[in-house]
């Protein structure tokens, strides 16, 4: 993966530091689609499972910053070692994050399937979850090929995720106005909305973060910002 | 002297007969000598190249050393020496590949998913190989088939019985005005007579769409290797939509260009692609009376874009990022009187992404909708060949 270092131990090190942030980011997909699978199967045992899993995440997040410390106190790492080790530690804390928004899916499940709710609740909220792994799973594909020609890709993706939110927020607000009975599931399913939304942003951070160990350069500031919920009223004659 | 020349030849003639028949699979560096037929200096790779399913060989630090031809196509090219845990992330896998290194005395196996692009399922086994050669071998069983059916049988179910049931509610009650109330009434039941056929007609195209979505479901996922010139399939799609066209009182303008536009694709999927795109152009954009089809490929390394622009009402924005979900429709009206099944746009989706492509959208209310297909650029000739 990178050149060779005189010292071996040194490569050792960096390599348990990357397959670290692998084993995060499989416990974090692994985490967003059982959390979203167990809200439309309602599935209370998943979600339970899901919560359980969140520990993981936490406890290695600590393990990778203390690593990293300890490397570059030893170490002294200069240029692309240095921005792998700190691109680690930023890309851990953001696996961290997606757990806990997963987790905090998982916990709304209760809630949302204590009625029996339609399908067609939740099949917005599916897409957008497939979208959102999507990204998810492209990143971290990118960070361990490194092939980071394929990351305009996902800031494309991000704004396509941003839209979708928008339009489900909408849905959602429809859901409500028709039957008040509907406030209590889809108040909670805006919530899981906006979490998946929060996954894509932190999937795209940790390209960024990607690019920037890799090519040494930050990407351009200008982020497409295209959620447009915060304009989206109820219409009550529509 | 000659006899003895022309005996040591032999050997070597036909090592180099294997290793030409074997160009495709190794690099030349790494090609071992062989002795035909004999079992003891039979190399590793040329094994574990012959094996059908997706293998990797990994060595105790979880690098990376080899990956057969299978591995590739299903997993993408791997950079050699990459961690075999950074490209597999599931925590299974992790504890697979840890509990066999760290020597696990039997071959244990695991499931492993893979939910996008395209969902697959297999069987996974590591084990050591050898004694002492400090390497590890990591094979996948596909099981996506068997879980793709159990998938397909429920979602079929789930979504036939929900979507059928309104035309079906519609034929019993007209069946029983038939035969209660409007039983002598001539003209009422020729009116009845034909919104009950139209209604029935509903129900197999619904099953027609449904069965053809299951079936692109059902298939293996495989990248597509043929490459085809897809302006030439365009303007074959645009010559058989031509009469459907003409009934909605639209014209469809080809700037297609004569210069062919190579893409890797099936070539049925994709016309079935563009028919869906150029039928949908057809039936919702009418009142723009034409639709303008074009294709463009900014320089080889570029991908390949293909528009389908009609000039009718547009889509309103808040819909445009839902259209390819199953049975999501914009306006339900619309769509029940232009014989609409709410999956059109579902199996181009699901057809682009298997063949690695993607569908654009842009549209204003008011402004006409342009539907954009983008294919990947098709890697400089002798794919599969390029493996890092």
Same mark, same amino acid.
């Not at chain 1, 980071?148 to 489900?168: K, N, Q």
């Given at each position: 993966?990178?050149?060779?270092?005189?010292?071996?131990?040194?490569?050792?090190?960096?390599?348990?530091?990357? !397959?670290?942030?692998?084993?995060?980011?499989?416990?974090? /997909?692994?985490?967003?689609?059982?959390?979203?699978? $167990?809200?439309?199967?309602?599935?209370?045992?998943?979600?339970?499972?899901?919560?359980?899993?969140?520990?993981?995440?936490?406890?290695?997040?600590?393990?990778?910053?203390?690593?990293?410390?300890?490397?570059?106190?030893?170490?002294?790492?200069?240029?692309?070692?240095?921005?792998?080790?700190?691109?680690?530690?930023?890309?851990? %804390?953001?696996?961290?994050?997606?757990?806990?928004?997963?987790?905090?899916?998982?916990?709304?499940?209760?809630?949302?399937?204590?009625?029996?709710?339609?399908?067609?609740?939740?099949?917005?909220?599916?897409?957008?979850?497939?979208?959102?792994?999507?990204?998810?799973?492209?990143?971290?594909?990118?960070? &361990?090929?490194?092939?980071?020609?394929?990351?305009?890709?996902?800031?494309?993706?991000?704004?396509?995720?941003?839209?979708?939110?928008?339009?489900?927020?909408?849905?959602?607000?429809?859901?409500?106005?028709?039957?008040?009975?509907? *406030?209590?599931?889809?108040?909670?399913?805006?919530?899981?909305?906006?979490?998946?939304?929060?996954?894509? !942003?932190?999937?795209?951070?940790?390209?960024?973060?990607?690019?920037?160990?890799?090519?040494?350069?930050? @990407?351009?500031?200008?982020?497409?910002?295209?959620?447009?919920?915060? %304009? +989206?009223?109820?219409?009550?004659?529509? | 002297?000659?006899?003895?020349?022309?005996?040591?030849? $032999?050997?070597?003639?036909? $090592?180099?007969?294997?290793?030409?028949?074997?160009?495709?699979?190794?690099?030349?560096?790494?090609?071992?000598?062989?002795?035909?037929?004999?079992?003891?200096?039979?190399?590793? +790779?040329?094994?574990? &190249?012959?094996?059908? !399913?997706?293998?990797?060989?990994?060595?105790?630090?979880?690098?990376?050393?080899? %990956?057969?031809? =299978?591995?590739?196509?299903?997993?993408?090219?791997?950079?050699?020496?990459?961690?075999?845990?950074?490209?597999?992330?599931?925590?299974?896998?992790?504890?697979?590949?840890?509990?066999?290194?760290?020597?696990?005395?039997?071959?244990?196996?695991?499931?492993?998913?893979?939910?996008?692009?395209?969902?697959?399922?297999?069987?996974?086994?590591?084990?050591?190989?050898?004694?002492?050669?400090?390497?590890?071998?990591?094979?996948?069983?596909?099981?996506?088939? =068997?879980?793709?059916?159990?998938?397909?049988?429920?979602?079929?179910?789930?979504? &036939?019985?929900?979507?059928?049931?309104?035309?079906?509610? %519609?034929? =019993?009650?007209?069946?029983?005005?038939?035969?209660?109330?409007?039983?002598?009434?001539?003209?009422?039941?020729?009116?009845?007579?034909?919104?009950?056929?139209?209604?029935?007609?509903?129900?197999?195209?619904?099953?027609?769409? @449904?069965?053809?979505?299951?079936?692109?479901?059902?298939?293996?996922?495989?990248?597509?290797?043929?490459?085809?010139?897809?302006?030439?399939?365009?303007?074959?799609?645009?010559?058989?939509?031509?009469?459907?066209?003409?009934?909605?009182?639209?014209?469809?303008?080809?700037?297609?260009?004569?210069?062919?536009?190579?893409?890797?694709?099936?070539?049925?999927?994709?016309?079935?692609?563009?028919?869906?795109?150029?039928?949908? $152009?057809?039936?919702?954009?009418?009142?723009? /009376?034409?639709?303008?089809?074009?294709? /463009?490929?900014?320089?080889?390394?570029?991908? +390949?874009?293909?528009?389908?622009?009609?000039?009718?009402?547009?889509?309103?924005?808040?819909?445009?990022?839902?259209?390819?979900?199953?049975?999501?429709?914009?306006?339900?009206?619309?769509?029940?009187?232009?014989?609409?099944?709410?999956?059109?746009?579902? *199996?181009?989706?699901?057809?682009?992404?298997?063949? !690695?492509?993607?569908?654009?959208?842009?549209?204003?209310?008011?402004?006409?909708?342009?539907?954009?297909?983008?294919?990947?650029?098709?890697?400089?000739?002798?794919?599969?060949?390029?493996?890092?």
């Amino acid at each position: 993966m990178q050149n060779q270092h005189t010292m071996r131990s040194f490569d050792d090190e960096l390599n348990y530091l990357s !397959d670290q942030i692998a084993a995060m980011g499989g416990y974090a /997909e692994r985490m967003v689609a059982e959390a979203v699978a $167990a809200l439309v199967q309602s599935d209370s045992g998943l979600a339970r499972k899901v919560v359980e899993d969140d520990a993981f995440l936490d406890a290695k997040e600590r393990e990778i910053g203390e690593r990293a410390v300890i490397i570059i106190g030893k170490r002294q790492p200069v240029a692309d070692d240095l921005r792998e080790i700190v691109g680690a530690i930023r890309i851990s %804390s953001d696996l961290e994050r997606i757990g806990d928004l997963g987790k905090n899916i998982a916990k709304r499940v209760v809630a949302v399937t204590e009625g029996k709710q339609p399908v067609r609740l939740f099949r917005g909220l599916e897409a957008l979850a497939g979208l959102a792994l999507t990204q998810l799973k492209e990143v971290l594909d990118v960070y &361990a090929s490194r092939s980071v020609e394929r990351i305009g890709f996902v800031r494309d993706r991000d704004e396509e995720i941003d839209a979708m939110y928008t339009s489900l927020f909408r849905e959602l607000l429809t859901y409500m106005m028709e039957d008040p009975r509907n *406030i209590t599931a889809c108040t909670h399913l805006l919530f899981c909305a906006k979490n998946i939304e929060r996954i894509g !942003d932190h999937a795209t951070n940790i390209a960024e973060t990607v690019h920037h160990i890799v090519t040494g350069r930050q @990407l351009p500031l200008e982020r497409p910002k295209e959620d447009q919920s915060h %304009s +989206v009223v109820a219409e009550p004659d529509a | 002297m000659l006899r003895h020349i022309a005996k040591s030849v $032999a050997p070597l003639k036909q $090592a180099l007969q294997t290793l030409a028949n074997r160009k495709n699979t190794t690099e030349p560096s790494e090609r071992p000598r062989v002795v035909r037929g004999d079992i003891d200096s039979l190399p590793a +790779v040329y094994l574990a &190249a012959a094996v059908l !399913d997706p293998l990797y060989i990994f060595d105790g630090a979880g690098s990376i050393l080899y %990956s057969n031809e =299978a591995a590739d196509l299903a997993f993408g090219p791997m950079t050699k020496s990459v961690s075999l845990r950074l490209k597999f992330r599931a925590p299974e896998m992790h504890e697979l590949v840890s509990r066999v290194i760290s020597g696990a005395e039997e071959s244990t196996a695991i499931n492993y998913s893979e939910r996008v692009p395209v969902e697959r399922a297999y069987r996974v086994v590591a084990s050591r190989i050898g004694n002492d050669t400090g390497l590890y071998v990591l094979m996948f069983k596909d099981q996506s088939e =068997a879980r793709r059916i159990d998938r397909m049988r429920a979602d079929f179910i789930a979504n &036939a019985s929900h979507e059928l049931r309104t035309p079906l509610a %519609s034929v =019993a009650g007209f069946i029983e005005t038939l035969r209660g109330p409007a039983r002598d009434d001539a003209k009422a039941r020729e009116n009845f007579l034909q919104i009950m056929q139209n209604q029935t007609q509903r129900m197999a195209r619904l099953i027609d769409d @449904l069965l053809s979505l299951s079936r692109l479901e059902m298939k293996p996922y495989q990248k597509p290797n043929a490459q085809l010139d897809v302006v030439a399939l365009v303007r074959g799609v645009i010559e058989s939509m031509r009469h459907i066209a003409s009934e909605n009182g639209v014209e469809i303008v080809s700037e297609l260009g004569d210069a062919p536009l190579l893409v890797a694709g099936h070539s049925d999927e994709l016309v079935q692609v563009f028919e869906n795109l150029l039928e949908n $152009a057809c039936k919702y954009g009418s009142s723009g /009376e034409r639709i303008l089809v074009s294709a /463009e490929q900014a320089s080889p390394m570029d991908e +390949v874009r293909v528009r389908v622009q009609d000039f009718g009402p547009g889509i309103p924005e808040e819909h445009i990022p839902r259209i390819t979900e199953r049975f999501y429709r914009v306006d339900v009206e619309t769509s029940r009187t232009q014989k609409g099944t709410g999956l059109g746009l579902s *199996i181009v989706k699901h057809i682009l992404t298997r063949h !690695d492509a993607r569908l654009s959208v842009k549209s204003a209310s008011g402004k006409g909708a342009t539907f954009v297909v983008h294919f990947p650029p098709v890697p400089p000739s002798g794919t599969g060949a390029e493996r890092a």
